[in-house]
T-cell receptor, first 112, second 106 residues
Framework: SQTIHQWPATLVQPVGSPLSLECTVE??????LYWYRQAAGRGLQLLFY??????ISSEVPQNLSASRPQDRQFILSSKKLLLSDSGFYLC???????????FGSGTQLSVL | GIQVEQSPPDLILQEGANSTLRCNFS?????LQWFHQNPWGQLINLFYIPSGTKQNGRLSATTVATERYSLLYISSSQTTDSGVYFCAVGTDKLIFGTGTRLQVFP
């Protein structure tokens, strides 16, 4: 069966520090991969998605970047965190983008 | 881009009550899913339903693609149904609505 791993669960970082969040999927190959952010409140905002190694689509211009160095690995990064980067970050995968979307357990990021 | 609106934003029920959640979207889509986010933040798939009707236990969903809306029905609600319900729509990527926060009291 397929599983998605996301870590860490919580992270507290000072303003101006770098960020690296990692997500890996097991049990499937060539998945579509996604990073979402959920700010305080409810809505999920799509940040990046990838349909293959090295292929990244950015949905919202911001202080973040994403990379896909391996088929089942998706990394969210920042060189210098801002206060506004705080939020709940969720990684997700699907087989084709037109089927079920499966989420990881999320990372609660607090930038102080 | 696609706009997704969910209603009501908040819903408070007593155990055993039934409810209907609505999702309206602004453009044609070939992917529509309903999710439940539990109090610990985990998002769980409920339905993949770009059109038609599906049922799973006490939950059912109907999507009328030509009229650009979907409904999620919860019958005989339980306290474990509490959380936020999201509708997400799109083609190759999913855009989420702002959710309906459901609280079920014993």
């Amino acid at each position: 069966s397929q599983t998605i791993h996301q870590w860490p669960a919580t992270l507290v970082q000072p303003v101006g520090s770098p960020l690296s969040l990692e997500c890996t999927v097991e049990g499937t190959s060539n998945p579509n991969l996604y990073w979402y952010r959920q700010a305080a409140g409810r809505g999920l905002q799509l940040l990046f998605y990838s349909v293959g190694i090295g292929q990244i689509s950015s949905e919202v211009p911001q202080n973040l970047s994403a990379s896909r160095p391996q088929d089942r690995q998706f990394i969210l990064s920042s060189k210098k965190l801002l206060l506004s980067d705080s939020g709940f970050y969720l990684c997700a995968w699907s087989w084709t983008g037109r089927e079920y979307l499966f989420f990881g357990s999320g990372t609660q990021l607090s930038v102080l | 881009g696609i706009q997704v609106e969910q209603s009501p934003p908040d819903l408070i029920l007593q155990e055993g009550a039934n409810s209907t959640l609505r999702c309206n979207f602004s453009d044609s889509v070939n992917n529509l899913q309903w999710f439940h986010q539990n109090p610990w933040g985990q998002l769980i798939n409920l339905f993949y339903i770009p059109s038609g009707t599906k049922q799973n236990g006490r939950l059912s969903a109907t999507t009328v693609a030509t009229e650009r809306y979907s409904l999620l029905y919860i019958s005989s609600s339980q306290t474990t149904d509490s959380g936020v319900y999201f509708c997400a729509v799109g083609t190759d990527k999913l855009i989420f609505g702002t959710g309906t926060r459901l609280q079920v009291f014993p």
